[in-house]
C-alpha cells in the first residue's frame, strides 16, 4: 500500500520462505498456503506514511496487524529497525522475525518479555525495539510453538 519502492515480489518470496520455515510457526503445525483471493489473512507491505491508515494503533515507525491485515513496514522491511542493526543482525534474520512476529498477532498472542537474560527472544517480545537482555530470535520459541 502507498508508493512502495521494495520489490513486491521479492517481498512475497522472502515471505514465503519464512512461512515454509521449520524453524518458524510451521514447527508448531501452522501451515501456510499462498492463495490468489480470499485467505484468511492478508499479507501488505505499506509504505511507513500508510501503516497507520490500517488503525490508529499502528504508528508510521513499526509493522503491525489489524484484523485480518498482517501489515510490514516497509522502512524496517528495507532496513531493520536501530536496535536489531546495533546489535549487528541481518537483514534477513530481521524480516523473519517481523514476518513470524505480526503473524503471531493474527495467530492471536500478544506481546511477550525476556524469559531471563542470554536466553532466545520469544518472536512475540517488540525485539525491534530491544532484548532486555535476551538474544535477538527471529522465530518463535518452542513454548510460542506449543511444543513445550
Known sequence: RGPVTASVKEFARLAQQTFE????????GVAFRRVAKGGSFTLVLATAEQVPSF?????????????RFVVI???R??????AWNAAGRSLRDYRHMVVN???GHWLGLGHSGCPGAGKPA???????????GCTFN???TLAEQGRV
Do not use: I, L, Y
Open 21 to 28: 520455515d521449520p524453524r518458524g510457526w510451521r514447527g508448531g
Open 55 to 67: 488503525s490508529s494503533q499502528c504508528s508510521s515507525q513499526w509493522s503491525c496487524r489489524v484484523g
Open 73 to 75: 513496514n516497509q522502512t
Open 77 to 82: 522491511w528495507r532496513h531493520a529497525s536501530p
Open 101 to 103: 512476529h505480526e503473524v
Open 122 to 132: 520469544p518472536v512475540m517480545m517488540q525485539q525491534s525495539k530491544g532484548r532486555d
Open 138 to 140: 527471529p522465530f518463535p
